[in-house]
């Protein structure tokens, strides 16, 4: 009512109430028939909506009003009729910064002092704002009222029609809504009541007359809407959520058909984030499901046009990240959804929603009963049309961090992570190896996402099939550095060491230069176990060199045999030393012995030089270079005793390799062969501390020549001192140790008769008592005059070297 006009509405008890414009403010006053006077009816109309309404207003200025027939309520105690009359009102109040539209529900009591009893219902119509046009309201009978809304000249927006609807038991007055079908009714000719029904009849503009009316479903009736038509909601009767869900589509609708956003229903501005982000993917997946029963409809551009919407209304930048991939993931839908349905394999009427399960549904079909050439192609191309959709749109339209967001991501091609992994495990059913290469790289992007616990499994099976199926070990590189998988890598750089070296990661890793991706912190602990599994110990050693303290716990923990290594790379020479010379205890054969107690030895020596060359030190250092030639004298031992079959075999014990040299020695008959088994048998000996393996070989010797030289001479004159050296293996073997051995050593492994090795040799030979003083006579024969011919020489050095002037 505008512009000075008047309005008026009839009650059922013939009372006529006038609408007329006072200045700014629309009034209520009364025809001559006695009704409320002047400015009292505003005046308590202001007062009730205030009681209602939090952030006050301006002003009220009415748009429709209808009095309902009245109610007659017997009182059994007075048998009095009290009348009621009901009054709608669609009124806009002002306000400064945009204008609200309300439905007011008024009850009046003719018989009452000043007519105003109470106000039922102030509803904000969240759904309109300003510039709306209420083009009818009625109130029927039994208390249900309709109002019609459009948009005068806007035929982009739909008409609305609204129910307010009165639970006698409740008393509880709800506004139901529907959007007429845009097609038959474009905008509304008039309105009345439908006496029958309760209900409103429409007149349309093309001429048609429609009937509406409110029915009351019953509770699980209701449940099995809300079910069929929505999965956002947090409940089946979220009614809030399918009525934001109305007007956002009415909204599109409007913003569809003209690309101009125009004002907003009120209510999606003014609910809660997380009611309005339910709407926005309910509304989503409702225009998925019509854009795609037709073919004639784009659901595609549908589905964008939507989320152009929500950016320019400031509502996507409030969406959480679930949502936005959830929106992204039903683009994706759609974008597959046109590849399927040209596809023999797939129906023409399939269903946009559910896709996944459809896709497994004839993999399964596929292996199980009819293998299909065009199966993997229809794959591949679904597998294309969802990765170009998500490259084209994911950061320019959904406004999603596809590397630094931890959110689940609700893609459509996450549905497929069984299918990807079933196609890997049955490669035959692929027909080219372009399409199984995009089947590869969707099952690894897929299930890293995801993180799945198939994961690992994918990139065996994925990076595996590139090297053995598409014989492309760059492509399997590459891919195995995009994804982390750590044996591909070793793998690689095992079988071509000089292509895919591992140095540069293992220089990234230690520098940090991985963009502080954590998958890659323990790659240099894995990449040398895992070569130390394979036995690739030069590999171990080339990359130890670039991880020392990773080698170097590796070698305490598994690979002792190469602490040398980190000992050497760390200048602690002795303990390289000690490490070298353990290692001959682990087995291996005799060349690979003398190699490391060489390197031993070396080591020794280099650490002479760099332990400042203390007195403490140096004998250490003797000692450890003692043991490490006792222990070359026995490989050297072995060699003698075994041959070529020496090499063959580990470093043999002390006293297996005795017993060898004994049986040799028994077996020779030439008097070098004897010497020279028993000179290996007195280093073997000397090297064990043995000294009764030192008199059993003594004894051996002169048990050779025992009956047809010596005892010949114990029982006759004896021959010279030339005689025994030169002539018997016993002098031969003694010079031969006096000459060819060093002081330290043959001091220890030489015949003295100063010592107990004497009588040890003695009790061996099982000689009487005399036989044996005489034995002993001769053979100190030839010690003594060595020990004399010692002594000489020392004197005649000690003698030389004082001053003459002395």
């Known amino acids: 009512v505008s512009g000075g006009s008047t309005s008026t509405t009839t009650a059922a008890s ?38 209602h309404i939090d952030d006050g207003f301006d002003g009220i200025q009415i748009l ?34 945009r204008a609200r539209i309300y439905w007011i529900r008024i009850a009046f009591d003719d018989t009452a002092a000043g007519g105003l009893v109470q106000m039922k219902k102030a509803a904000f119509l969240d759904r309109f704002h300003g510039t709306v046009t209420c083009a009818g309201l009625i109130t029927c009978d039994n208390g249900m009222a309709y109002a019609a809304f459009d948009y005068e000249g806007d035929t982009s927006a739909p008409v609305t029609i609204l129910a307010l609807s009165t639970d006698n038991n409740t008393d509880d007055n709800a506004i139901h809504e529907v959007d007429l079908p845009q097609q038959e009714a474009p905008s509304l000719i008039g309105m009345a009541k439908d006496v029958q029904t309760h209900g409103c009849v429409l007149v349309t503009t093309p001429g048609l007359v429609l009937r509406a009316r409110w029915m009351k479903l019953q509770q699980q009736q209701q449940q099995a809407a809300s079910t069929s038509t929505s999965t956002s909601a947090n409940t089946a009767s979220d009614e809030r959520v399918f009525l934001l869900s109305k007007h956002l589509r009415a909204a599109f609708w409007q913003y569809y058909q003209t690309q101009e956003l ?22 989503a997946r409702q225009l998925q499901q019509e854009g795609c029963d037709a073919s004639s409809h784009n659901p595609t551009e549908w589905h964008l046009s939507l989320i152009r919407l929500l950016q320019q209304a400031e509502f996507y930048k409030n969406l959480s990240s679930v949502g936005r991939w959830t929106l992204l993931g039903i683009g994706q839908e759609l974008a597959i959804h046109a590849i399927l349905v040209q596809s023999s394999l797939f129906s023409s009427d399939l269903p946009p929603h559910g896709l996944a399960q459809k896709v497994a549904q004839v993999q399964r079909h596929v292996l199980d009963h009819a293998p299909s050439q065009e199966w993997s192609t229809v794959l591949a191309q679904v597998l294309r049309g969802a990765s170009e959709f998500r490259n084209a749109h994911a950061e320019s339209t959904y406004d999603v961090l596809l590397l630094q967001d ?28 372009t399409t199984l290469e995009t089947i590869i790289k969707a099952a690894l992007q897929v299930h890293h996402e995801l993180k799945s616990p198939e994961y690992a499994l994918v990139k065996s099976l994925g990076i595996g099939l590139i090297r053995t199926e598409l014989k492309n070990d760059k492509l399997a590189h590459d891919l195995s550095l995009q994804y982390a998988y750590y044996e591909g890598l070793c793998q690689l750089s095992m079988d071509n060491p000089v292509e895919f070296s591992l140095e540069p990661i293992l220089t990234a890793t230690q520098n940090d230069d991985h963009d502080d991706d954590a998958s890659w912190d323990d790659f240099g602990a894995f990449s040398l176990l895992w070569f130390t599994q394979q036995g690739r110990y030069d590999q171990v050693l080339t990359y130890g060199r670039l991880l020392p303290d990773t080698f170097g716990a590796l070698v305490k923990d598994r690979l002792h045999d190469y602490q040398w290594v980190h000992a050497l790379r760390h200048g602690q020479y002795d303990v390289a030393s000690d490490a070298l010379y353990n290692i001959n205890a682990t ?34 250092n003797n000692k450890r270079r003692k043991r490490i030639d006792n222990k070359l004298d026995l490989i050297g031992a072995q060699l003698e005793l075994m041959d070529a079959k020496g090499k063959e075999v580990p470093l043999q014990t002390p006293d297996y390799l005795l017993q060898l040299a004994l049986e040799k020695l028994e077996a020779a008959t030439e008097t070098d062969d004897v010497v020279k088994y028993a000179m290996v048998g007195l280093v073997i000996c000397q090297n064990d501390d043995s000294m009764d393996g030192i008199a059993t070989v003594w004894s051996r010797v002169i048990a ?22 030169e002539e018997t293996i016993f002098g031969q073997l003694w010079k031969q140790v006096q000459q060819e051995q060093p002081v330290d050593v043959h001091a220890s492994m030489q015949y003295d008769s100063t010592t107990v090795l004497e009588d040890l040799v003695m009790r061996q030979l099982k000689l009487d008592r005399g ?27 000690l003698v030389d070297s004082i001053p003459t002037t002395q």
């Not at 459509?412 to 027909?431: A, R």
């Not at 080591?603 to 250490?620: L, W």
Request: hydrophobic share 35%; net charge negative; aromatic share 4%.
């Open 14 to 51: 013939s009372r006529v109430y006038t609408v007329t414009k006072c200045g700014a403010v629309e009034v209520w006053t009364t025809s001559t028939d006695g009704g409320p006077t002047k400015g009292t009816f505003l005046c308590q109309l202001e007062d009730e909506l205030e009681k």
């Open 406 to 433: 931890d959110h689940p991501r609700h893609l459509w091609t996450h549905q497929l992570k069984d299918v990807l992994l079933v196609q890997l495990k049955h490669p035959e059913t692929t027909n080219n190896t």
């Open 704 to 725: 050779k020549e025992l009956t047809t030289k010596w005892s010949v001479w114990i029982r006759s004159q004896a021959p010279s001192r030339n005689v025994l050296v």
């Open 262 to 283: 125009t004002a907003l229903p009120p209510s999606l501005t003014s609910t809660d984030l997380a009611s309005l982000e339910s709407a926005i993917l309910l509304t």
């Open 771 to 797: 036989a044996a003083v005489e034995l002993k006579r001769l053979l100190r024969s030839v010690t003594t005059i060595a020990i004399l011919e010692a002594g000489t020489t020392a004197t005649s050095l």
């Open 64 to 97: 429709q009003a209808s009095a309902a027939a009245t109610t007659t309520t017997t009182n059994t105690t007075t048998t009095v009729d009290t009348t009621t009359t009901i009054l709608d009102v669609v009124c806009k109040l002002l306000r400064p910064k």
């Open 587 to 620: 087995g291996q054969n005799v060349d690979d012995t003398e190699w490391h107690l060489s390197m031993a030895k070396l080591a020794a020596k280099v650490h002479d030089f760099s332990n400042g060359r203390t007195i403490e030190g140096e004998q250490d």
